[in-house]
């Protein structure tokens, strides 16, 4: 046992230690943060080339004219169909819309250009022909299309839930933004922080270190040591990024909407936009406030740190197995295929259905629980099922463990030899 410590301890501090780690440690928040204030300032903003449609109307039923939006102006044309079209053959970026004689018998739209129209410009362009065909017909049928649209009933639902102390508040767009979230951070932490534990081990054995630490530590040991210190290496860091994004993200929500909060204070005249988007603020932090964080968070890290080990002892035994990078292409899609499938599940499926039975089934299963459970953590899952998928990833923990350490301990002292996945069963068979 203080050998698996000494090996823990070498290689935590090795690795905290390296300039590295305290760049990413210090740099990946900055960055996170950096690239949403990007995306909400070019969202702002806006695209710098917005392409204008030359409509040219054949039927006469849009003389109301097209209304210009942020990705796509409009402009009405007294051209024909064929000197508007020459005009897209002498310019690259002239777009052309087409609107037949017998549009309203069921004629087609043509837009005509040199490159392909963005989804946005054609579905600006369909949404405005579907509202103003609308109102035409509504108009020859004698309706107010002006006193339709302002009767429009604005209901929202509020979510409740139901406990034993008796109300609370709930929200199911703050459950599926930390589904996403926590599916999101335990996928790219098992591949990044299970990586490393592979080829730390390719390093070791291609430099032949291995073969002085095998003389007075077990290759079980050695493995246990290596995977348990990267691990909390992992962990450290993953911490560190939470603090440092939510210290960093605080700073600068409050500089974003510092003046909007002081007009909310103050109540300024005139500033209602201002109180309108703080007050979107407020419910966010509210949707936010009904997430259960002392329940989720711990849960979190137990999944993370089960399904970090259960990998880990994988990627270890094919680190033992080859003697490169190059090498670990084929036994890398195996072990990845089941977190690759349980993150798109996810998105398209175990968010919007979280109790059905294979969202069940993808939560018990050891290697696809780390993901799908978070997932389904925040929409409420019975204690039942968290206690038997916990219980069944540490199962599996301690399965691929015994599994991977009958590998290491032969795959660590062979060189230049290609490996086959008979060849890994020859390893595990073996005896002593």
């Given at each position: 046992m203080n050998k698996t410590?000494?090996?823990?301890?070498?290689?935590?501090?090795?690795?905290?230690?390296?300039?590295?780690?305290?760049?990413?440690?210090?740099?990946?928040?900055?960055?996170?943060?950096?690239?949403?204030?990007?995306?909400?300032?070019?969202?702002?903003?806006?695209?710098?080339?917005?392409?204008?449609?030359?409509?040219?109307d054949d039927s006469g039923i849009f003389a109301r004219g097209f209304k210009d939006k942020k990705s796509v102006k409009f402009e009405n044309s007294a051209k024909t169909l064929d000197q508007a079209r020459q005009k897209v053959v002498n310019n690259e970026d002239a777009f052309v819309l087409h609107i037949p004689e017998d549009i309203a018998a069921g004629g087609k739209l043509q837009l005509f250009s040199?490159?392909?129209?963005?989804?946005?410009?054609?579905?600006?362009i369909e949404d405005q022909i579907n509202e103003q065909m609308r109102n035409k017909m509504l108009e020859d049928a004698g309706i107010d299309a002006e006193t339709l649209d302002n009767i429009k009933p604005s209901f929202s639902v509020v979510s409740k839930e139901l406990t034993a102390e008796g109300?609370?508040?709930?929200?199911?767009?703050?459950?599926?933004?930390?589904?996403?979230?926590?599916?999101i951070l335990i996928y790219m932490s098992l591949f990044i922080y299970g990586v490393q534990v592979m080829r730390g081990i390719i390093e070791e054995k291609t430099s032949r270190i291995v073969e002085v630490v095998i003389s007075s530590v077990k290759p079980f040991q050695l493995m246990l040591g290596k995977i348990v210190?990267?691990?909390?290496?992992g962990l450290t860091q993953f911490l560190l990024w939470i603090?440092?994004?939510?210290?960093?993200?605080?700073?600068?929500?409050?500089?974003?909407?510092?003046?909007?909060i002081e007009a909310v204070k103050s109540n300024i005249p005139g500033q209602a936009a201002a109180v309108a988007e703080s007050n979107k603020g407020v419910d966010l932090l509210n949707a936010l406030g009904t997430v259960e964080w002392g329940y989720v968070l711990p849960l979190f890290l137990i999944f993370f740190i089960g399904g970090y080990m259960l990998y880990s002892a994988l990627f270890a035994a094919v680190g033992s197995a080859v003697d490169s990078d190059t090498e670990t292409?084929?036994?890398?899609?195996?072990?990845?295929?089941?977190?690759?499938?349980?993150?798109?599940?996810s998105f398209s499926f175990i968010v919007n259905n979280p109790?059905?039975?294979?969202?069940?089934?993808?939560?018990?299963?050891?290697?696809?629980s780390p993901i799908a459970m978070m997932v389904r953590l925040p929409f409420g899952v019975p204690f039942w099922q968290l206690s038997l998928?916990?219980?069944?990833?540490?199962?599996?923990?301690?399965?691929?463990?015994?599994?991977?350490?009958?590998?290491?301990?032969?795959?660590?002292?062979?060189?230049?030899?290609?490996?086959?996945?008979?060849?890994?069963?020859?390893?595990?068979?073996?005896?002593?």
């Amino acid at each position: 046992m203080n050998k698996t410590l000494l090996v823990i301890k070498r290689e935590y501090f090795t690795r905290v230690k390296k300039k590295s780690f305290l760049l990413m440690t210090f740099l990946v928040p900055m960055l996170i943060i950096g690239m949403y204030a990007l995306m909400i300032g070019l969202a702002i903003k806006g695209g710098d080339n917005v392409p204008t449609v030359e409509v040219v109307d054949d039927s006469g039923i849009f003389a109301r004219g097209f209304k210009d939006k942020k990705s796509v102006k409009f402009e009405n044309s007294a051209k024909t169909l064929d000197q508007a079209r020459q005009k897209v053959v002498n310019n690259e970026d002239a777009f052309v819309l087409h609107i037949p004689e017998d549009i309203a018998a069921g004629g087609k739209l043509q837009l005509f250009s040199q490159k392909k129209a963005g989804i946005s410009v054609i579905s600006t362009i369909e949404d405005q022909i579907n509202e103003q065909m609308r109102n035409k017909m509504l108009e020859d049928a004698g309706i107010d299309a002006e006193t339709l649209d302002n009767i429009k009933p604005s209901f929202s639902v509020v979510s409740k839930e139901l406990t034993a102390e008796g109300e609370k508040d709930s929200s199911s767009g703050a459950a599926m933004g930390v589904a996403f979230a926590a599916a999101i951070l335990i996928y790219m932490s098992l591949f990044i922080y299970g990586v490393q534990v592979m080829r730390g081990i390719i390093e070791e054995k291609t430099s032949r270190i291995v073969e002085v630490v095998i003389s007075s530590v077990k290759p079980f040991q050695l493995m246990l040591g290596k995977i348990v210190g990267i691990g909390l290496v992992g962990l450290t860091q993953f911490l560190l990024w939470i603090i440092l994004s939510a210290s960093l993200a605080a700073v600068a929500t409050n500089m974003i909407f510092k003046d909007k909060i002081e007009a909310v204070k103050s109540n300024i005249p005139g500033q209602a936009a201002a109180v309108a988007e703080s007050n979107k603020g407020v419910d966010l932090l509210n949707a936010l406030g009904t997430v259960e964080w002392g329940y989720v968070l711990p849960l979190f890290l137990i999944f993370f740190i089960g399904g970090y080990m259960l990998y880990s002892a994988l990627f270890a035994a094919v680190g033992s197995a080859v003697d490169s990078d190059t090498e670990t292409q084929q036994f890398m899609l195996p072990i990845t295929l089941p977190l690759l499938f349980t993150y798109i599940m996810s998105f398209s499926f175990i968010v919007n259905n979280p109790d059905s039975s294979l969202s069940f089934w993808l939560s018990i299963i050891p290697f696809t629980s780390p993901i799908a459970m978070m997932v389904r953590l925040p929409f409420g899952v019975p204690f039942w099922q968290l206690s038997l998928s916990i219980a069944l990833l540490i199962g599996g923990f301690i399965l691929t463990t015994w599994v991977a350490a009958r590998i290491y301990r032969v795959g660590i002292l062979m060189y230049g030899k290609k490996v086959s996945f008979k060849e890994l069963g020859k390893w595990f068979m073996y005896k002593g």
